[in-house]
């Protein structure tokens, strides 16, 4: 007994009544991905001649058990594709579901002879009709490299199917071909010809029936993907970034992550009372914020829920990368998400900044020697700049950088010297040669963006390859000399991963865990800047001031980490078209939010 009430009935009416209404997606994408199994199956292997419903067949047209086995096939195959967007409760996915299991259901009873599968096939409809609710989730922004994946994927498991095709019918082979021979029958008959293979009686005609669907079935897709309509991702209108200045001009200095929330490849929502906002990209279903909510702190849970509602909406991963501990107490609060330490950020006070002592030692060295050598350093306002000479800077940084991707996200503007972001602060090392470059004695640069009226964050650093080392090094010095003239009393330099695991990890009496775990970074550091940031951001003997990942649950940590690794730039998988085949440029989507908004103020 349980409150007076029998367990047993208790268990018996939530049987009755089926699974919540919000586990019902994930219950069908896996009922989903089953029935597509059993209709691959249906279509790939022979049917039984024995079966009661084979006299039926008999009366059935001839052509008629092939291009069921096909449409078997070819159901079963999008099925499974569909699984995920059903997960996803995506409202496309549930049409197109709808739509297929029928075909489903008839290919099997045609062909198989099975009330059974068609049954299962059939039974899939209800819940899908009667929680249609459920399935509401908007489209994702859409990138050309999911044709690219579709035709990779999509053809190797056709050749795999398709082998299992040409070999389940042992029986009506004509001798014993190879498996080079079956292999060279399969892609012939993905392009609709006859190979070198041959059956007895009209298995030959099946055969090249669903070989020739698989083919049709990839080059489809495939099609579809690379030349349907553009759903593009948000992108910040002048509008928005008009708002998001005013935001910064009065809260600015709570976050130095606060400038690149100017991002142009970002969106935004606002709070209703649009005194907070919150910005973002989405990156392969991840809808990623970076910061701290803009704005007046007690107006962040309002632009928080916006971002939340944005996120069902589309059945996107919400997370945030790189918030303050402020930051993440006010996510997880108004979230119920969690949070985790990432790394962090590194700080300098300029009152307290000097290169004297043992602990700078190394800094001063190399800066003295830099400018022995005969470099030295301007700071400047970036309205300051002509417009000659910011071209050319604009020209270096673009030709320095190390990847033919631009990288950043969180900590990146993404351009220099734009009209709007004149208090920026550009520090450069010159140089004259006797054979100068393509710049002049331009030899390497500091972008700086402003954080608050009294703080700078480092944005990018860019330099010659064939300048000597330690610009960066003497770079810094001299934008944290520099600063107090531009009433600068704070800079904030790179983000470090895991820079506690580091630290403490190579201290006395670390334990055998964190070693391991500080070993395991080591490694990683040898493809990602993780060691390398920490030891260059701790010469400056900065104060660390803790980042975090907020997210949703533990299992979306590996999704998240790679979308991150996307937007950082680390992972590139975008597939441009030929420009011959580009569509012409679409105007900026905005989020649904910001569209109810603007509707009611021009109503």
């Known amino acids: 007994m349980s409150g007076g009430v029998p367990i047993r009935s208790t268990r018996l009416r939530r049987a009755l009544h089926g699974p919540r209404p919000e586990a019902v997606p994930v219950l069908v994408a896996r009922a989903a991905a089953l029935v597509g199994l059993l209709d691959i199956a249906a279509g790939v292997f022979p049917r039984f001649r024995h079966s009661r419903m084979h006299t039926m067949a008999e009366v059935l047209p001839g052509a008629l058990g092939p291009f069921a086995a096909a449409l078997s096939l070819s159901t079963g195959v999008l099925l499974l594709l569909l699984a995920h967007g059903l997960r996803r409760r995506k409202r496309r996915a549930w049409r197109a579901a709808v739509a297929l299991l029928p075909a489903g259901a008839l290919a099997q009873f045609t062909y198989r002879h099975s009330l059974v599968g068609a049954a299962i096939s059939l039974a899939l409809l209800v819940p899908l009709v009667r929680h249609r609710d459920q399935f509401r989730a908007l489209p994702d922004p859409r990138s050309r490299w999911r044709a690219l994946a579709n035709f990779v994927l999509m053809g190797a498991g056709s050749l795999v199917l398709g082998l299992i095709i040409v070999s389940v019918h042992p029986n009506r082979l004509v001798g014993d071909p190879s498996l080079a021979d079956r292999i060279t029958h399969v892609l012939y008959g993905l392009f609709g010809f006859e190979g070198p293979v041959d059956y007895q009686g009209d298995t030959s005609w099946t055969v090249g029936v669903s070989l020739g669907a698989l083919g049709l079935l990839t080059a489809i897709t495939t099609i579809y993907l690379a030349f349907r309509p553009e759903h593009p991702a948000a992108q910040l209108t002048e ?219 480092l944005d990018l650093m860019r330099r010659d390859r064939s300048a000597d080392p330690g610009m960066n090094e003497l770079l810094i010095v001299a934008a944290l000399q520099a600063a107090p003239k531009f009433d600068i009393t704070r800079v904030s330099l790179n983000f470090a991963m895991f820079r506690s695991a580091l630290a403490r990890g190579e201290k006395i009496g670390a334990g055998p865990v964190l070693r391991a775990w500080r070993g395991l970074l080591v490694f990683l550091s040898r493809w990602f800047q993780i060691e390398s940031l920490y030891k260059f951001n701790a010469k400056f003997q900065p104060r660390w001031e803790p980042r975090f990942v907020v997210y949703r649950a533990s299992g979306d940590l590996p999704r998240i980490g790679f979308a991150a690794m996307q937007a950082e730039g680390f992972v590139n998988l975008a597939l441009p078209l030929p420009r011959f085949l580009r569509r012409r440029s679409h105007t900026a989507r905005t989020c649904a939010h910001a569209v109810a908004e603007r509707d009611v103020r021009a109503a």
């Open 239 to 457: 509008e928005d970034e008009s708002r998001l200045r005013a935001l910064l001009a009065k809260h600015g200095g709570r976050d130095s992550l606060g400038h690149f929330a100017l991002r142009r490849d970002k969106a935004v929502v606002f709070s209703p009372s649009g005194k907070a906002a919150v910005t973002y990209r989405v990156v392969s279903g991840v809808m990623l914020a970076s910061g701290d909510p803009i704005g007046d702190v007690e107006a962040w849970p309002g632009a928080i829920e916006r971002f939340m509602d944005e996120a069902k909406a589309h059945s996107w991963t919400p997370a945030v990368m790189g918030c303050s501990e402020t930051g993440g107490e006010v996510w997880t609060r108004e979230t119920g998400l969690d949070a985790l330490e990432l790394g962090d950020e590194a700080v300098v006070d300029v009152a307290d900044f000097s290169l004297a002592g043992r602990a700078m030692r190394n800094v001063r060295q190399m800066v003295k020697r830099i400018e022995r050598a005969g470099y030295e350093t301007r700071v400047r306002r970036v309205r300051d700049l002509g417009e000659t000479e910011l071209e050319r800077v604009r020209q270096a940084a673009e030709d320095w950088r190390g990847t033919d991707t631009e990288r950043g996200f969180s900590m990146a503007l993404g351009r220099i010297g734009d009209l709007a972001d004149g208090d920026c602060l550009i520090a450069t090392a010159h140089k004259a040669d006797d054979q100068p470059g393509p710049y002049g004695d331009l030899k390497a640069i500091l972008h700086f963006v402003p954080w608050g009226t009294d703080g700078a964050s």
